[in-house]
């Protein structure tokens, strides 16, 4: 449990490497809900990095 914890928080690097990647999101075919994919993309990031956040903090307080 303890080795969990140490690594737990690189988890956080996941949406910042998603993030980083900008060549395979940026175009706008398809559309998600009226919104070019750029857009989409980073706004479900945005809700993911929040989630990944929350377990991060919940795994280091246990």
């Not at 857009?39 to 993911?48: D, E, M, R, S």
Request: net charge positive; charged share 10%; with cysteine.
């Amino acid at each position: 449990m303890r080795a969990l914890r140490r690594w737990l928080p690189l988890v956080l690097l996941i949406p910042f490497a998603a993030l980083l990647c900008v060549p395979f999101y940026n175009r706008t075919q398809p559309t998600v809900a009226g919104f070019p994919f750029f857009y989409a993309w980073q706004f479900a990031w945005v809700v993911l990095a929040a989630v990944l956040t929350w377990i991060v903090h919940r795994g280091w307080r246990a």
